[in-house]
T-cell receptor, first 113, second 114 residues
């Protein structure tokens, strides 16, 4: 049973437009949600996060939205830049779970110039 | 600042051979440490995590084992590799408790078992 799902394996957008990456989860115990960005042959890097007590967190061009009732979160990148092209992983963790996170399978974002 | 090292970067091993991947963290004390595997086109599968020296929790039954002989050293091992052990292995650390449970990843090891 995959507890964190990213249903879109890939997304292609034009430079300057908005990129929206989606993530769904099933475990209601998750209370922290994170997005990581990964370039080929490198480890993922932490991008942005949100706790379950919020519905929005913004950091520059990146905004994460959380809809707890739908068990859905999304990452918005505005405006998208070619350097944003990477694999984006959604992750979720429960506060009592020793820092372990459950990751989705990732969405490959391609931003075309 | 904190740094995480993994080696080797790439490894090609025959089936049945042993494996040892090493991960070290600098600039922090008593981190939580994690080993993940990423199969081709898939997400990150947590293999092991450790909250302290000698404390290892296994997340999935498999052909691998992990050890933490020192506070900032985490080792992934196998006595006999299988073809299915091929993948991209990532070590990560975090501070527990933390604000958002964010983890910091090493550069990874690409393992190919032939």
């Amino acid at each position: 049973d995959q507890q964190v799902k990213q249903n879109s394996p890939s997304l292609s957008v034009q430079e300057g437009r908005i990129s929206i990456l989606n993530c769904d989860y099933t475990n209601s115990m998750f209370d922290y949600f994170l997005w990581y960005k990964k370039y080929p042959a490198e480890g993922p890097t932490f991008l942005i996060s949100i706790s379950s007590i919020k519905d929005k967190n913004e950091d520059g061009r990146f905004t994460v939205f959380l809809n707890k009732s739908a068990k859905h979160l999304s990452l918005h990148i505005v405006p998208s830049q070619p350097g944003d092209s990477a694999v984006y992983f959604c992750a979720a963790s429960a506060g009592t779970n020793a820092g372990k996170s459950t990751f989705g399978d990732g969405t490959t974002l391609t931003v075309k110039p | 600042s904190q740094t995480i090292h993994q080696w080797p970067a790439t490894l090609v091993q025959p089936v049945g051979s042993p494996l040892s991947l090493e991960c070290t963290v600098e600039g922090t004390s008593n981190p939580n440490l994690y080993w993940y595997r990423q199969a081709a086109g898939r997400g990150l599968q947590l293999l092991f995590y450790s909250v302290g020296i000698g404390q290892i929790s296994s997340e999935v039954p498999q052909n691998l084992s992990a050890s933490r002989p020192q506070d900032r050293q985490f080792i992934l091992s196998s006595k006999k590799l299988l073809l299915s052990d091929s993948g991209f292995y990532l070590c990560a650390w975090s501070i527990w408790p933390s604000s958002y449970n964010e983890q910091f990843f090493g550069p990874g090891t690409r393992l190919t078992v032939l």
